[in-house]
């Protein structure tokens, strides 16, 4: 099964359309470190990270596992672990993924710039939840809990997001 992301605004998985928000800048085919674009491709669902103190162990066959609050994500792309996950503390740039907002509830790392991992073409692509004010991502797609709930029991571990470009 693929999940299509058609538009900044639409998501496809299981014949259901959602509405999904995606980066501040769009969707683009030449993402960078820091654009707030969301890369156009294919990508795998690699794993579900989720907050086990907040909601129960989600249904899906995605490998999954509870964050805890070390974990983080190296978004430095000049040290040797960019793009990858990483235990807090941590001495590079990094993003930490427990949050004090919802938004990393449900988290689900994005096979983008991983095999193999380029520096600076963008980091910590994730399929998560949307805030509640619906604004846009620093590159992600995000959809409303509920609804990251429906398409994650749908997911398989070949399970791929279809970003494509609205412009093209």
């Given at each position: 099964?693929?999940?299509?992301?058609?538009?900044?605004?639409?998501?496809?998985?299981?014949?259901?359309?959602?509405?999904?928000?995606?980066?501040?800048?769009?969707?683009?085919?030449?993402?960078?470190?820091?654009?707030?674009?969301?890369?156009?491709?294919?990508?795998?669902?690699?794993?579900?990270?989720?907050?086990?103190?907040?909601?129960?162990?989600?249904?899906?066959?995605?490998?999954?596992?509870?964050?805890?609050?070390?974990?983080?994500?190296?978004?430095?792309?000049?040290?040797?672990?960019?793009?990858?996950?990483?235990?807090?503390?941590?001495?590079?740039?990094?993003?930490?993924?427990?949050?004090?907002?919802?938004?990393?509830?449900?988290?689900?790392?994005?096979?983008?710039?991983?095999?193999?991992?380029?520096?600076?073409?963008?980091?910590?692509i994730f399929f998560h939840v949307m805030s509640e004010d619906a604004s846009p991502t620093e590159g992600c797609?995000?959809?409303?809990?509920?609804?990251?709930?429906?398409?994650?029991?749908?997911?398989?571990?070949?399970?791929?997001?279809?970003?494509?470009?609205?412009?093209?």
């Amino acid at each position: 099964m693929d999940i299509i992301v058609r538009s900044e605004t639409r998501l496809e998985a299981g014949g259901k359309t959602y509405a999904c928000v995606v980066g501040r800048n769009g969707i683009t085919p030449h993402k960078s470190e820091g654009d707030g674009a969301t890369p156009v491709g294919r990508f795998p669902l690699r794993s579900l990270r989720y907050r086990a103190d907040r909601i129960d162990p989600p249904i899906t066959h995605l490998e999954t596992r509870a964050l805890t609050p070390i974990d983080g994500w190296c978004d430095a792309p000049d040290h040797p672990l960019y793009n990858h996950p990483v235990t807090l503390p941590f001495e590079a740039s990094h993003e930490r993924l427990w949050r004090e907002d919802n938004l990393y509830n449900l988290i689900i790392d994005l096979g983008y710039n991983d095999m193999p991992v380029e520096a600076g073409r963008g980091s910590a692509i994730f399929f998560h939840v949307m805030s509640e004010d619906a604004s846009p991502t620093e590159g992600c797609v995000a959809l409303h809990q509920a609804d990251l709930l429906d398409v994650l029991a749908l997911c398989k571990p070949d399970t791929h997001m279809d970003i494509r470009n609205p412009r093209s």
